[in-house]
């Protein structure tokens, strides 16, 4: 089973940046359009080859990691 997983990381100016990863499809615009909706304005958007892809059935699970 594949794992999804989201990267958010905000620079030292506030800058916020959402990756996902292991989301295939469409399906990640509406994961990343969550995020996109907490934080408001969408500067810009970047698809990766996994928006391409088919989508699979994956299991959720959410680890949050600070970096200093």
Do not use: W
């Not at 916020?16 to 469409?26: E, F, L, R």
């Not at 990640?28 to 958007?45: D, I, K, N, P, Y």
């Amino acid at each position: 089973m594949a794992q999804e997983e989201l990267e958010i990381e905000i620079d030292k100016f506030g800058k916020v940046t959402v990756k996902t990863i292991g989301i295939k499809g469409p399906r990640c615009l509406e994961v990343a359009e969550s995020f996109v909706q907490l934080l408001g304005q969408e500067e810009s958007r970047e698809l990766t080859n996994e928006y391409y892809e088919a989508e699979q059935q994956v299991r959720s699970h959410i680890d949050i990691k600070r970096k200093y």
